[in-house]
């Protein structure tokens, strides 16, 4: 039994300190484009910039941040919302911005979904077939833009030349729910996808966020465009696997409070939003989803527990562990997101994104498909529909 504890304590500190030693070497090749470099003014070449921003049912988020990208400081820009068969009144509000927007903005309202498209690729790929820029940005109905952003993105794509950005967003938090299980989802994201990585051709690593996907619109049709990723629940990670798998530049950056987005309302509203992703992202195969949930909770709670019940020295590799996931919750704080105490509160969010994961498993396999928008989608169509 001794080596039991040994071995396990040792596959524990492996991987927690390699990823650590990786992260933190990594995460300092990211730039950062709030800095005063990318601060640059738009030059009347620049490229013209298609902003595409699909929502359904958003009536509470979609004024505010169909405001926020007719304020952007950028000259050669279009934005093209859709309302995509919203019942509420998300069609209106974006009729209303349309007539203020001084040509800004278009609204276009689709009526019907098309056999063989899930809602929101299909809403993108409609507005992308519409757009005029030679650049397209996809991103959501929720999300808030400082004025700036577009510019210093832009920016950066003129000096950097990437064929797809990725900006990540700063999660809003009110609440210590919100802020446990998305430090924690956040832990799982960057240590799984290695975002630092996506730009090295050599590797696998991909990426694409909901929020900001920023492509050269010649990359997209190269790709495919949204016909590739029509049945494809995640969307934004597909389009930025399809765009590596190909072999075109991808880059990845972040910006302090440039966009910003609540993804959920408490720890069980974070539930509720990853139950739609969860068995898709586990190509709603369920043993992949035991196996991982199996993986979840050895990575997560086994440093805890070992500290306290292994014998001996055999306690050294589990500490090596909790030290290094510490060495995590310290770095978040440093940069202004969470308190080093939400290290204390890792296995209770652990258990709530196992239960994530559980619960969009068996609902995906008791309805026999998702429910993403007020639409059903069934589980066979899914599964040849993946990327």
Not at 250 to 256: E, N
């Amino acid at each position: 039994m001794i080596y039991a504890w040994w071995i396990a304590g040792i596959v524990l500190a492996l991987a927690w300190a390699s990823r650590v030693i990786d992260a933190r070497a990594g995460m300092r090749s990211i730039a950062d484009i709030s800095r005063t470099q990318w601060d640059q003014a738009g030059a009347s070449g620049w490229p013209r910039v298609s902003v595409i921003v699909p929502a359904r049912n958003e009536q509470e988020s979609i004024e505010q941040a169909l405001a926020s990208l007719i304020a952007q400081d950028y000259a050669a820009l279009e934005i093209i919302a859709v309302d995509d068969r919203s019942s509420d009144r998300t069609g209106a509000i974006m009729d209303s911005a349309e007539a203020a927007s001084r040509g800004r903005l278009r609204a276009i309202h689709v009526g019907e979904l098309p056999a063989g498209w899930m809602g929101k690729p299909h809403a993108m790929w409609e507005a992308a077939q519409r757009a005029t820029g030679d650049w397209l940005l996809f991103t959501d109905g929720d999300i808030l833009f400082r004025p700036d952003c577009l510019r210093r993105a832009m920016a950066y794509a003129q000096t950097t030349h990437p064929d797809h950005l990725v900006l990540a967003p700063r999660l809003i938090m009110r609440s210590v729910g919100e802020r446990m299980m998305l430090m924690f989802f956040r832990i799982l994201f960057f240590f799984g996808h290695r975002p630092w990585k996506v730009s090295d051709p050599a590797t696998r690593d991909h990426i694409g966020f909901g929020a900001f996907n920023l492509v050269r619109r010649s990359v997209y049709n190269a790709v495919g465009t949204h016909q590739r990723l029509r049945f494809e629940v995640l969307d934004d990670m597909k389009l930025g696997k399809l765009i590596k798998e190909k072999g075109f530049q991808q880059d990845f950056v972040v910006g302090a409070d440039l966009i910003s987005v609540r993804w959920g309302k408490g720890a069980m509203g974070i539930v509720r939003n990853l139950t739609k992703n969860m068995f898709s992202l586990l190509q709603f195969r369920w043993p992949r989803t035991i196996g991982a949930c199996v993986a979840l909770l050895f990575l997560n709670l086994a440093p805890f527990a070992g500290v306290w019940f292994a014998p001996g020295w055999s306690r050294s590799g589990y500490t090596v562990a909790l030290g290094s996931l510490f060495f995590i919750y310290i770095a978040a704080w440093r940069n202004g997101d969470v308190s080093p105490q939400y290290f204390f509160l890792h296995p209770i969010a652990a258990l709530l994104f196992l239960y994530a994961i559980l619960r969009s498993m068996m609902l995906t396999l008791w309805r026999g498909g998702v429910v993403w928008r007020d639409t059903f989608y069934p589980l066979e169509e899914l599964r040849r529909g993946m990327v």
